[in-house]
């Protein structure tokens, strides 16, 4: 995102009431379970950035010091062309070349893939299909990550503290506070989220973009159940106009692919559990893109609506 502007006027903002809703759920929303708990894992993580291409490392290390804004689309697209086999993409005419929409993917990770290598591999395809200054896909990711708790108080790992909150301000990345305590904070986070879909008042970027999630909040192969919250906060965002955009990634063999489905809106008012409802079409949205052996803990909810 390289520059600033004021959105058109739309007949569809949010109303500021619906703001102080979501954020209750926005802490569930989000949370995973992966933490760095040890020197281990922080090797593990240097390990999964060691593909990266030569200088971009430094590159982003600069631009992380001096909150100096980048772009995703590029960034990833370098990032990307650097994996061998190439990432397979499938569906890449569904994605929407002008219109905002958020992006949900299910929380795939494999030994040989690290989320934030999918995540890439996702945001480099939806800027190939999107017109020019629309091309950057802004993921919605944790502040921090949890390295220990002591007496019950919540200890960041400060590593987490100190790249999370510069990759976000260099990258448009939306951070939603890991303590469950920061109500505020989630709300920020929430507008924010509307901000890039150019569904609130607030000045963002020149045209709304699109904004990704991974509605499961952890890592795994098979797919998982949504957080609680997460219906009812794409329920919400649904009704503004926005449409959902879903995306399988799975490997196959050594190749990972991206397919991505029709975009589809959360439509109509459901009896009973409305986040429950909603949680439910989404992730089985994903799981139609994904093969039958990842359908995990919604394969009855597929094959029933097939």
């Given at each position: 995102?390289?520059?600033?502007?004021v959105?058109?006027q739309?007949?569809?903002?949010?109303?500021?009431?619906?703001?102080?809703?979501?954020?209750q759920?926005?802490?569930?929303?989000?949370?995973p379970?992966?933490?760095?708990?040890?020197?281990g894992?922080?090797?593990?993580?240097?390990?999964?950035?060691?593909?990266?291409?030569?200088?971009?490392?430094?590159?982003?290390?600069?631009?992380?010091?001096?909150a100096?804004?980048?772009?995703?689309?590029?960034?990833?697209q370098?990032?990307?062309?650097?994996?061998?086999?190439?990432?397979?993409v499938?569906?890449?005419?569904?994605?929407?070349?002008?219109?905002?929409?958020?992006?949900v993917?299910?929380?795939?990770q494999?030994?040989?893939?690290?989320?934030?290598?999918?995540?890439?591999?996702?945001?480099?395809?939806?800027?190939?299909?999107?017109?020019?200054?629309?091309?950057d896909?802004?993921?919605?990711?944790?502040?921090?990550?949890?390295?220990?708790?002591?007496a019950?108080?919540?200890?960041?790992?400060?590593?987490?503290?100190?790249?999370?909150?510069?990759?976000?301000?260099?990258?448009?990345?939306?951070p939603?506070?890991?303590?469950?305590?920061?109500?505020?904070?989630?709300?920020?986070?929430?507008?924010?989220?509307?901000?890039?879909?150019?569904?609130?008042?607030?000045?963002?970027?020149?045209?709304p973009?699109?904004?990704?999630?991974?509605?499961?909040?952890?890592?795994?192969v098979?797919?998982e159940?949504?957080?609680?919250?997460?219906?009812?906060?794409?329920?919400?965002?649904?009704?503004?106009?926005v449409?959902?955009?879903?995306?399988?990634?799975?490997?196959?063999?050594?190749?990972?692919?991206?397919?991505?489905?029709?975009?589809?809106?959360?439509?109509?008012?459901?009896?009973?559990?409305?986040?429950?409802?909603?949680?439910?079409?989404?992730?089985?949205?994903?799981?139609?893109?994904?093969?039958?052996?990842?359908?995990?803990?919604?394969?009855?909810?597929i094959?029933?609506?097939?």
């Open positions: 995102m390289q520059g600033r502007g959105f058109p739309r007949t569809s903002f949010v109303p500021s009431r619906w703001l102080a809703l979501p954020a759920f926005a802490y569930p929303m989000v949370m379970t992966t933490t760095l708990d040890s020197l894992d922080v090797a593990a993580l240097l390990e999964a950035l060691r593909p990266l291409p030569p200088g971009l490392l430094g590159e982003l290390a600069w631009s992380f010091l001096r100096s804004p980048r772009s995703p689309a590029e960034d990833t370098r990032m990307v062309g650097r994996l061998s086999p190439p990432p397979r499938e569906g890449l005419g569904l994605v929407p070349r002008r219109d905002p929409f958020l992006l993917a299910n929380h795939f494999a030994p040989q893939f690290w989320i934030g290598w999918v995540a890439a591999a996702i945001t480099a395809a939806v800027a190939t299909a999107r017109e020019p200054g629309s091309r896909l802004h993921w919605v990711i944790l502040s921090e990550w949890r390295w220990f708790e002591v019950g108080h919540w200890v960041p790992n400060p590593l987490s503290s100190l790249l999370f909150p510069r990759a976000a301000r260099s990258w448009g990345l939306i939603m506070p890991s303590r469950p305590s920061d109500v505020a904070g989630r709300a920020r986070a929430l507008r924010r989220v509307l901000v890039y879909l150019g569904r609130s008042r607030t000045a963002g970027p020149p045209n973009e699109p904004v990704g999630m991974f509605p499961e909040g952890r890592a795994s098979a797919l159940e949504a957080r609680p919250g997460t219906g009812a906060f794409l329920y919400r965002v649904s009704g503004l106009g449409p959902l955009l879903p995306v399988g990634v799975h490997l196959e063999e050594d190749t990972l692919v991206v397919s991505f489905g029709a975009p589809f809106a959360l439509a109509g008012l459901p009896p009973g559990d409305l986040d429950g409802w909603a949680r439910r079409q989404v992730m089985v949205a994903i799981g139609r893109l994904l093969p039958r052996e990842m359908w995990g803990v919604h394969a009855g909810a094959d029933e609506m097939r």
